[in-house]
């Protein structure tokens, strides 16, 4: 009960916060911006990305979230930047939409939550178009092997704060891994963000 309460009321605004910082808006910055056609976000979230989409740019929204008080979130933000959203409140591990429907799959600190993140690749796959594009920034495992050592000591207590979140997944191999070629892909540690959450892998990926 205190962990259905705890992820209904606090998780929600703990994630909007954690996930609104300057360096991470900096990153959004990076890439949200090239969606284009219709697009599905996977794990909107509060919808912090919707700000940076480039309007011209955009047929279409669907934006997917298990979370039914996040969507209530990015709808209000969707309102306010005056962009339509569809909301899909679904897992991505089963995507209700049709195949080869998609322009851009937009996925932004969201693998590393996603229980099973190869289904949803697998899923992402199934709806993009042949020459669709997945546009991806997301936190994983870092270079450094002192920091790897505390991000797998820490990860199971922070899965459990932060609504299922690692902190230590290997994310350019997960993508690999799921048959996507990765066409481009930058990676550094955040500044100003505690190093074992903070290194970043961001780029774009296609069939
Ligand atoms: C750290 S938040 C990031 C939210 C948003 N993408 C952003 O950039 O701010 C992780 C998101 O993944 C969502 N999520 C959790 N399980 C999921 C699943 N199986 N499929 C899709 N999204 C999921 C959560 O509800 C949450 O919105």
Redesign the pocket.
């Known amino acids: 009960m205190i962990k259905a309460a705890y992820e209904k009321y606090l998780l929600p605004k703990l ?2 916060t ?3 910082t300057k360096p ?1 808006n900096y990153q ?1 910055k990076k890439i949200v911006p090239y969606a284009r056609g219709t697009i599905l ?9 919707i700000p940076f989409y480039q309007k011209s740019n955009i047929q279409k929204i669907i934006g ?4 039914e008080e ?1 969507c209530e979130m990015a709808k209000k933000c969707a309102k306010k930047n005056k962009i339509d959203v569809n909301f899909l409140i ?4 089963e995507i209700n939409l049709p195949s080869n429907s998609i322009d851009t799959v937009l ?4 693998l ?5 993140p190869l289904d ?1 690749l697998d899923e992402i796959k199934r709806v993009l178009k042949s020459d669709g594009n997945i546009l991806f ?1 997301e936190h994983g495992t870092a270079p450094d092997l002192n920091v790897q050592k505390w991000q797998n000591r820490i990860n199971p207590l922070w899965g459990k704060l ?4 690692n902190i230590n997944r290997d994310i350019p191999n997960l993508i690999l891994e799921s048959g996507l070629k990765i066409n481009k892909l930058d990676q550094m540690y955040l500044p100003s963000t505690p190093k074992i959450v903070g290194y970043n892998y961001w780029g774009n990926a296609s069939l």
Do not use: H, K, M, Q
């Open positions: 994630l909007d954690c996930c609104s991470v959004r976000e996977i794990g909107i979230g509060s919808g912090l990305n997917l979230d298990p979370s996040l679904n897992s991505a591990e996925l932004t600190y969201t590393c939550t996603i229980p099973e949803a920034c932060f609504g299922g979140c």
